[in-house]
């Protein structure tokens, strides 16, 4: 069993131009609270889903964010609430902030990378206090790109075209090469 933003994992990719205003009128269906962290954005801190500030969005209640992206780039969201369970089990996704002006290019492609780690059962194994775990996260077995499990992920490109590659690493603890 997974969670996910919209119903796919990862969430939709979100966009937004430059000095624009996003506003996500968000939603909580889970059975705890959660926020939405917007991870690297410079933005109010009422906005960002930390639960030291924001009040954490109950089951079945909604909550407005609404913010300015100063900054151009590739950025992501998660929650900040039980934030290793709810990460783990799919919650993250994407969002680009257009520049401008943006170099030219033929096609975008954007590569959300995670890893999973699965019980004997086959289920998302759940949070662990065991060891460095707390600390350091843990690292999975399985590794999903764009939400799908795949040994090496592949794609070909065209000769002479010119691509953009937006590349977030989800995963708590791994470092992709």
């Avoid at 401008?100 to 890893?115: H, K, N, Q, T, V």
Wanted: net charge neutral; hydrophobic share 40%.
């Amino acid at each position: 069993d997974v969670l996910a933003y919209n119903g796919s994992v990862p969430g939709p990719i979100l966009r937004a131009k430059q000095h624009q205003t996003v506003i996500v009128h968000f939603t909580n269906q889970l059975a705890e609270p959660t926020t939405v962290h917007w991870h690297g954005l410079r933005i109010p801190e009422a906005m960002d889903g930390s639960p030291v500030i924001q009040t954490p969005v109950p089951p079945g209640g909604t909550f407005t964010y609404s913010f300015m992206v100063p900054d151009a780039g590739s950025f992501w969201y998660h929650p900040h609430v039980n934030t290793y369970a709810q990460l783990a089990r799919g919650l993250y996704g994407a969002i680009v902030v257009e520049g401008a002006p943006d170099p030219a290019y033929d096609l975008e492609r954007s590569l959300i990378l995670d890893d999973v780690l699965f019980d004997a059962d086959g289920n998302i194994s759940p949070p662990t206090l065991d060891g460095l775990v707390p600390l350091t996260g843990r690292v999975g077995k399985v590794l999903l790109t764009n939400g799908k499990a795949a040994a090496r992920a592949k794609a070909s490109a065209t000769k002479g075209k010119v691509e953009r590659w937006r590349i977030v690493n989800s995963a708590n603890a791994r470092t992709m090469r």
